[in-house]
């Protein structure tokens, strides 16, 4: 398919280890997303991946959470030291520019046990 | 601790008739309002979008009302159908990339 795509789809793990997530972003779209959303409530802003530009870290909320991506295609979210409150649905989504209509992956649901 | 899930505002309405969704934003400088729609274990999908020079677009079957007077964002869903049902999210393209989104308005149609 074209659109944005998530892996894995689930995680289940541990408090104190760490996790990788995978963003495959649509293709030729140079703007990339991530998000966070906690059970019932709307999406935060994590981190935004802009061409060759600096990313926008400002929504990430400590420095246990990086992320990084390879040119204009993939990118990677890491949580070290993983934490319960971690748990949450992580979004990522990708936009032609960073004024134009972001697509959303169905992202990874995270559990921490 | 245990944590526990925020109860969204609910819509309910009958298949057929119009639904209409309503949105606060906080910024002021905000140029650019989208409306997405989140079926269960999915991700947000795109509806209909609109800049702030305009004040009403329209889609099929879905209008947004914009008034930036009072930072209001509306959603009129035409003839609700059963596989509307889902959750409405508004957001706000705030400083320059990352989307500021609202709490969520989930909508329940009753065939």
């Known amino acids: 398919g074209a659109g944005v795509s998530q892996s894995p789809s689930n995680k289940v793990t541990e408090k104190g280890k760490d996790v990788e997530l995978r963003c495959d972003p649509i293709?030729?779209?140079?703007?990339l997303y991530w998000y966070r959303q906690r059970l019932g409530q709307g999406l935060e802003f994590l981190i935004y991946?802009?061409?060759?530009?600096?990313?926008?870290k400002s929504g990430l909320p400590s420095d246990r959470f990086s992320a990084e991506r390879t040119g204009e295609s993939v990118s990677t979210l890491t949580i070290q030291r993983t934490q319960q409150e971690d748990s949450a649905v992580y979004l990522c989504?990708?936009?032609?520019?960073?004024?134009?209509?972001?697509?959303f992956g169905d992202g990874t649901r995270l559990s921490i046990l | 601790g245990e944590s526990v899930g925020l109860h969204l505002p609910t819509l309910s309405v009958q298949e057929g008739d119009n639904s209409i969704i309503n949105c606060a934003y906080s910024n002021s400088a905000s140029d650019y309002f989208i409306w997405y729609k989140q079926e269960s274990g999915k991700g947000p999908q795109f509806i209909i979008d609109?800049?702030?020079?305009?004040d009403k677009r329209q889609g099929q079957r879905v209008t947004v009302l914009l008034n930036k007077t009072v930072k209001h964002l509306s959603l009129q869903i035409a003839a609700t159908q059963p596989g509307d049902s889902a959750v409405y999210f508004c957001?706000?393209?705030?400083?320059?990339?990352?989307?500021?989104f609202g709490q969520g308005t989930e909508l329940s149609v009753k065939p």
């Open positions: 989504a990708s936009s032609y520019g960073s004024a134009n209509t972001q697509h």
């Open positions: 609109i800049r702030s020079n305009m």
């Open positions: 293709s030729g779209h140079t703007a």
């Open positions: 957001a706000e393209n705030n400083q320059g990339g990352k989307l500021i």
């Open positions: 991946f802009q061409g060759n530009s600096a990313p926008d």
